[in-house]
């Protein structure tokens, strides 16, 4: 029980009535007592130290008083946190019309003038009071509403995520190469994406990404090699240029796939982010990426982000025709290619979160996704 509740056993809502003048005082005790827990205070600077150890539902506040008046009350109110949203009735003599518009526009609920008719009071309190409980329980209808609402949003997005990375594995079960590389480059995404939010040196394009819906789609960056034959994709050496052409249209048949599918449903973050992605991977900063030569600005900046994901765990993984480098000589070839291979300031921001990457490697070794490195 706390101290309320114990000063207070029949549990009636709690006023305190603050006016300098005691016959004032007593008047209104005894109006509100039979149904409210009345706290009768006689000066302004008493409020404040009581509000430490009572929680009023209500402030029933004099204006004009010798130490501080009631506007400088609830300005001080209105200043603190915790006692912002206590309600506040100006109950005073001064009926001026510019008095009643400051004391609402400096936040109290209503204006009541002395001397005043008990049942007009009690009346008006109670109205107050109905209206504060009633917006309490639609706050919290409402707070209930949107956490079920969360609930099932993630929900719905961790089963998402389970599909997508099952269907990506799907994909590199045909693929003995490069197998864990879409789980790994999405862990590498986790902190470089993040970095370059951070750094603002993008804050135009990122201000409203939606890093979940990335990270999710970034799972589909290599979907076009389900329409790659096994011989190509499974060949224990460098691709011939024939091959390799063959190869290079993962990019454009993973579009073509993401694509279908945005048509059937209502415009999708996602998708977008897949298509974006998927098609632009492979492209490079000078223009000799594939599939449409893009260079510069005009690769998607989370194309020319997933190419460093994409290229960074290339190189330190095994495959058949190379051995892995390590961390270092794979971050080494990727600040070689600043200007060539990769946007320059983002090699600045790659090379500012390097050992996060490597910690990020070792965290997925632990989490039992294969990784040769």
């Known amino acids: 029980m706390n101290l309320i509740n114990k000063m207070n056993p029949a549990n009636k809502k709690v006023i305190?009535?603050?006016?300098?003048?005691?016959?004032?005082?007593?008047?209104?005790?005894?109006?509100?007592?039979?149904?409210?827990?009345?706290?009768?205070?006689?000066?302004?600077?008493?409020?404040?130290?009581?509000?430490a150890s009572v929680r009023p539902d209500m402030i029933l506040l004099d204006i004009e008083m010798p130490d501080m008046d009631g506007f400088e009350v609830?300005?001080?109110?209105?200043?603190?946190?915790?006692?912002?949203?206590?309600?506040?009735?100006?109950?005073?003599?001064?009926?001026?019309?510019?008095?009643?518009h400051e004391g609402l526009s400096l936040g109290a609920i209503d204006y009541i003038y002395k001397p005043f008719s008990p049942s007009l009071l009690l009346q008006r309190i109670e109205?107050?009071?109905?209206m504060i409980d009633q917006n309490k329980q639609l706050k919290e209808l409402n707070n209930n509403l949107e956490e079920k609402i969360q609930a099932r949003t993630n929900q719905v997005y961790e089963?998402?995520?389970?599909?997508?990375?099952?269907?990506?594995?799907?994909?590199?079960?045909?693929?003995?190469v490069t197998g864990g590389h879409i789980c790994r480059t999405k862990g590498y995404l986790e902190l470089f994406i993040p970095a370059v939010m951070r750094e603002e040196i993008f804050a135009e394009e990122t201000k409203h990404w939606n890093v979940k819906n990335i990270l999710q789609s970034s799972q589909l960056h290599d979907i076009g090699k389900i329409a790659i034959s096994d011989t190509i994709l499974n060949k224990p050496g460098k691709l011939t240029q024939e091959e390799f052409e063959i190869m290079k249209t993962h990019t454009t048949v993973g579009v073509e796939a993401i694509n279908r599918i945005a048509q059937k449903v209502e415009a999708n973050d996602f998708l977008k982010y897949a298509g974006l992605i998927a098609i632009s991977h492979h492209e490079k900063w000078d223009g000799s990426g594939y599939p449409y030569g893009l260079a510069g600005e005009d690769i998607p900046l989370i194309g020319r982000i997933m190419a460093f994901a994409d290229v960074y765990d290339a190189l330190v993984s095994e495959r058949p025709y190379k051995k892995p480098m390590s961390a270092e000589e794979a971050r080494d070839i990727i600040v070689d290619g600043r200007g060539t291979h990769f946007d320059p300031r983002l090699v600045d921001v790659f090379d500012r979160v390097f050992d996060g990457l490597g910690r990020q490697g070792?965290?997925?070794?632990r989490q039992n996704i294969r990784m040769i490195a």
């Open 362 to 365: 070792r965290e997925i070794v």
């Open 127 to 130: 109205n107050h009071m109905l």
């Open 159 to 176: 089963l998402q995520d389970a599909m997508l990375y099952t269907l990506a594995e799907l994909i590199e079960f045909r693929d003995d």
């Open 74 to 100: 609830i300005k001080r109110l209105k200043t603190i946190p915790e006692y912002a949203d206590i309600p506040v009735i100006f109950v005073t003599a001064r009926s001026g019309e510019h008095d009643e």
């Open 16 to 51: 305190m009535l603050v006016d300098d003048n005691m016959v004032n005082l007593k008047i209104g005790r005894e109006i509100l007592k039979e149904k409210y827990k009345v706290y009768s205070i006689p000066s302004a600077k008493i409020i404040f130290s009581l509000l």
